[in-house]
């Protein structure tokens, strides 16, 4: 496709024919002010603008492009898929190979059902969850994200982060749900006494990644499940963000703790449209057409995306990606805090397995929103912007995680240490 128009005219038209001129909030820049980039091509660590500038992408498209965008090997079994078939909507082996992939290396997944994307696979394994339970109630936590599903748009992060209280217009069903805070033992315990009958299911990202990067002790997640066993309450992971980065077996493997339910999505698809939920067979085993819980869709598990899935996390297990990406990301965001302090600017970076968050310095460990400093927005704007003219493409919000993938060489990343730290510039105190 020729593109010949600059982001800003191209940014004008959109917002003729599309909501705030996107499709998806956070890449409308309102966060960090100005006029959307508009990107043409994308390859390894980069994106190049439809004007033919060149960034060093952390984005990576929220988190799927693990091996970086388009992966070679990656586009050989796409283009493999795309000389064989596109969607069936009838039984086919694809799919059924990524599902055997799947349940053979996470133990507690026993059954998986691929769906279209992250926020399908969360509504799906919340209505398993009240099906199984005959509960209705889903306790949640200040700050996690889990897609757009209706009852989940409540103290969220995203694109919602920031807003309080019940965060969409058009929602009506939200007051199924409660919310708690993270990292809050006592609070967690007291909704447990009070309403743990009620309660189908706790969801919560074991690794929370839309509000920032809220690391959770494991002592608290451990508790929570036990808490959660005790009253008869289901446990899901909403591994979306977490799920084949930070570990094999995503945040559970990581902690050594099991869900009974999981969702997952991004890596999983590979950078193409794809979520799963799934988990141990008992509960699986209702959802249609097993059992009474009905699940469906006419893309679901489509080909080109569940290829794309097994041959990321083929050449991911193959090359130990996730191993080496965890080193590499530990040591950028040292080096990057570093190169803050050299700068002159109080900032700092969080991390886990390859994801990152750049934000003010504190003098202790962010854990939930509680902990966010007051100026934790601050100059992420200006530092943004200063970001983009260096080079380097960072997701537009203050609260949105970075991502390092495979395609970010140690060469690369000492580029973006350059860049950033002469971006940091502006943050001087
Ligand atoms: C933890 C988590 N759950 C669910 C979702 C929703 O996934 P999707 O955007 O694919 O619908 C996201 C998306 O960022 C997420 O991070």
Known sequence: MENKQSSGTLFERSLKVAPGGVHSPVRAFKSVGGTPIFFAR?????????????????????????????????????????????????????????????????PFLEAVRFVSSGTEAVMSALRVARGATGRT??????????????????????????????????VSDAQETLVAPLNDLAAMEKIFAERGKEIAAVILEPLPANFGLLVQTPEFIRALVEGARRHGILVIFDEVISGFRVHPQGMAGKLGIEPDLVTYGKVVGGGFPLGAFGGRKKYMDLVAPSGPVYQAGTLSANPISTRAGLATLRKAE????????????????????????????????????????????????????????????????????AAVKEGVYLAPSAFEVGFVSWAHSEEILAKALDALERAADVLKG
């Open 42 to 106: 994308s390859e390894g660590a980069y994106l190049e603008s439809v004007e033919g500038t060149r960034y060093i992408d952390f984005c990576q498209s929220f988190g799927p492009m693990i091996l970086g965008h388009r992966d070679p090997d990656v586009k050989a079994a796409v283009a493999d898929m795309l000389d064989t078939a596109w969607s069936m909507g009838a039984c086919e082996p694809y799919s059924l190979e990524l599902a055997e992939y799947l349940t053979s290396r996470v």
């Open 318 to 385: 193959k090359l130990g990606v996730i191993e080496i990406l965890e080193k590499r990301t530990a040591k950028f965001a040292a080096d990057l805090s570093a190169r803050f302090a050299k700068a002159g600017a109080d900032w700092t970076v969080s991390h886990m397995g390859s994801i990152f968050w750049i934000h003010p310095k504190v003098s202790a460990p962010i854990r939930s929103t509680r902990d966010f400093p007051a100026n934790l927005r601050g100059d992420f704007p200006k530092f943004f912007h």
């Open 137 to 170: 109630k889903i306790l949640k936590f200040d700050g996690c994200y889990h897609g757009h599903v209706d009852s989940m748009l409540v103290k969220a992060g995203s694109g919602l982060a920031g807003a309080v209280a019940s965060d969409s217009a058009g």
